[in-house]
Every structure is written in C-alpha cells, then in structure tokens.
C-alpha cells in the first residue's frame, strides 16, 4: 500500500476506514479551563501564596467542599502546591507550582483575544438574538 504525498491530508470518516484521531487540545480543556481550575489558578498567580479561607473569598461564589476538591486534584495534576505547617492551629496554604505558572502566558493570550473582540462577540449574540436564533 502507497502512503500520501507529504503534506497530503489523510482521509476521514469512517468510509475511509480511518479512526478519527482525538482532538489534541481536549485533554487541556478537561485539565485547566474546567468552572472552578481557572479562577482558582488566576488567583494564585495573581496574588500569591494563600491560605484556604483568602482563596475563597477572592473567588467569592465558590463552595468550601467544591474549592476542597478542586485545590485536591490541581495539587494531583501539578497545578498547585499546598504546603502544611503544623502549628497549632494547623495552617495551610497553596501557591500556584511552576507547571502552573507555564500557563500564564496561555491566560495573557486569551485575556488580550477577549479585550480584542467581547465587542465582536456581543455584536454577534445580538444579531442572533434579532434574528430570532438559528434560520431554517
């Protein structure tokens, strides 16, 4: 069998026979931009290292149970270090780890890209919206 030119895109759908490869970026969708992951990382590497109580309140509608469980698998994934000093009482606090900090620049980008076009964005909702949704 002759393999395709380079450069050639390789055929798709299941007529050709082909399993469709998964989408590259997905994993990065699932890791960092889940409802709680991105707030809580912008926070830490805005404003440092922080306790518990200081993370909540300058997320401000997250719940104590969810920002446990989300600061426990950023800590699982790499994202987030906590450090426990045992004092009494206990203290803990969590600071953004340097895999986190790699993401600062993806953050910047997508900061500047919404700066750059919310107008554009509003402007299409609206026309939507005066359409009346999706034509025929």
């Not at 994993?27 to 909540?56: H, K, M």
């Not at 719940?63 to 699982?76: F, G, N, S």
């Amino acid at each position: 069998m002759m393999s395709p030119p380079a450069g050639a895109r390789p055929a798709r759908g299941a007529a050709a026979g082909v399993q469709a490869e998964p989408c590259p970026i997905g994993p990065v969708v699932d890791l960092v931009f889940s409802r709680w992951t991105t707030p809580i990382l912008w926070a830490l590497n805005e404003f440092g290292r922080q306790r518990f109580v200081e993370l909540e309140r300058r997320i401000g509608t997250i719940t104590p149970k969810v920002l446990t469980q989300r600061l426990r698998q950023m800590e699982r994934d790499g994202l987030v270090v906590r450090t426990y000093h045992p004092e009494v009482p206990p203290r803990v606090e969590y600071e953004i780890s340097e895999l986190g900090m790699s993401l600062a620049p993806l953050f910047h980008h997508l900061t500047e890209w919404w700066r750059e076009h919310a107008g554009d964005v509003a402007t299409a909702r609206t026309g939507y919206d005066d359409r009346g949704g999706p034509m025929p």
